[in-house]
């Protein structure tokens, strides 16, 4: 059980500066996720908790102790790194106890034979536990590496994409179970993605990561619906939010001058007359045969319960979620609007929400 | 263009058989010379043309493991309480000496052969874990001065050992190190560590650190994730570092005909040193030789499985 706090932590290497001013407050018993696009320094910073690394400058705290000079084995922690770690000479059932043999630990033989049986059930890897670990398929290492975390009890669980080699299927089936293990265990986990599906499902708060700087932290409902930039509201949602630069007009909304307007609803205070950044989630524009703006079907992806409908403004294309029963064709000729309340607004030069409200 | 058709395949593939024959008649000839002279009578070993087939004699061998002593006037030998080896020395050979009154001992290459072991086993194991634990510090911490520190390792192995012989043989004489295992074992040690420390350092470079962190995280100190995951790990390339080290150890000549003369003296200066004067008898010093490529052999061979993945420089499978 741990509360982590990384208070105005960087990290340099070299010249190039992985993680920037980071400050995060892991609540004890948390799920965090912790959210970015490829070299954000996601694993930079599960890393620096490990003990793996120092951080150039800051503080990294459990339950309110500096740990910056404990070593990793001090730390207690269990950390399921992106790569395989798997010890390659040693079969599945031997990796698994290897934690539990450690002179910190050193768990009796009745203890650890029980601990194994436990992991490898929830992770049903029990066909593979005596099996060498180079064989095995990159689903299965994944899960022997979540093994190993999970046959122990540390302060708190380190996860760098641990679900990134499973397949769809097997994915979701993880999910719920790395949940489930997280209540039933009240343990702090911090776990890694960019797969933003999966930090919205599981995270308690997700933290945004990009370039080394935390963008946002907050609750999943509150990273999208009121991301604090656009970057945030680019990164969150599937499929991803229109952005669409223009200019307020008297209350609307002009991305091209005549052909492209559209109605606003409440105004964010600034912003008339200056260039803005409209942002409209895909589920939030609407095709119908009154709407304000002509366009064209560019395309259409079915997903079963709903299509994704890309749509031609001129050199714009825009996407729409609608039911899957509302027929259309590609290069039909549409009209379409959306829900004035819905839209965000971002500043045109820094991309910050001008119209969040917090 | 490029399209191979089977029967050009074919052709290149009896080709290279070809070839691969050929590379092996020419890397075999001087073993199979070696070893044919070795057993044969002293009278066909120079023969022009060589004499290929010949009845193999043991005689060569008792040459080799014996020495002929003149005895002193009245010194007796008792044969009949003579020492195991005398005796198989005695049955073997001739009884010689044209007066009669000789005796036939060991010679002195048994004990040459013991000391080329001792001296070569000690050297490259020191050499290979003292390279083996460099290599690990270079590999995985930060060390000021890095490049240099490798460069200058490795430009230990550039001045050829001759230049700097004789300063070393004053130096040992100075500190009673000539004519001493230790001493042997010592310049050899230098002489390979350098070696081992470069080619261990690009195969503990390919073991991902991965493990040995994951070892720490689990509650391991940074030594025992060395022993228990690093080293076997690296095992390929301890192997193909111990090989490359015996054999220097094994084969080097300069220094221990300087550096040694009796007690310690290896094999590489004892074999020519038999030669002697008058006609050299080229059975015993083929023999003398046959046996002396033995132990490499056998060395190479034990560590073959680990050698055939090694020898491609750290390719480790991920
Ligand atoms: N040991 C290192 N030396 C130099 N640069 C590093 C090192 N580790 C990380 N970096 C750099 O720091 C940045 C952040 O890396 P990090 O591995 O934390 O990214 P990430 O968010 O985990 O990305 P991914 O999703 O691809 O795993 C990257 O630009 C990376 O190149
Ligand atoms: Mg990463």
New interface residues.
Partial sequence: MARIELENVSKVFGNHTALKDLDLDIADGEFFVLLGPTGAGKTTTLRLI???ETPTVGHIRTNGTEVNDW???QRD???V?Q???????LTVRDNLS??LR????NASPAEIAERVAYAAKTLRIEHLLDRKT?RLSGGEMQRVSIG?AIV?EPHVFLMDEPLSNLDAKLREAMRTELKDLQMRLGTTFLFVTHDQVEAMTMGDRIGVLNHGRLEQVGTPHDIYRNPRNAFVAGFVGSPAINLLSGRINQGRAIITPGSFELPLGALPQAATGEAVTFGIRPEDLHIVSGGPVAAQVHDVENYGTEQVVTLRVGATHLRASVPAQIAIRVEEQVRFGWLPDKVMFFDGQTGVNIGRTV | MGTVTSAQQKLGNRLANVMIVVALIVFLAPIYWIGSTAFKPRNLATTVPPTILFTPEVSPFVKLFTKRVQLKPNEKVDYDNAPWWEKIVIDGGERISRSGKGEVQLSGYPSRFLNSLIVAITSTFLAVAMGTITAYGFSRFKVAGEEDWLFFILSTRMLPPVVVAIPMFLMYRAVGLNDTHIGLIILYTAFNVSFAVWLMKGFIDEIPREYEEAALVDGYTRMEAFWKIVLPEAATGIAATAVFCFITAWNEYAFALIMTNRKAQTAPPFIPSQVGSGLPDWTVIASGTALFLLPVAIFTFLLRNHLLRGMSFGAIRK
């Fill in positions: 490990a003990g793996l070593s990793p084995s922690v269990a950390l790194l790569q395989y770690s798997l010890y390659p000479r290897f934690p450690s002179k910190v630990r180079d190993r122990r």
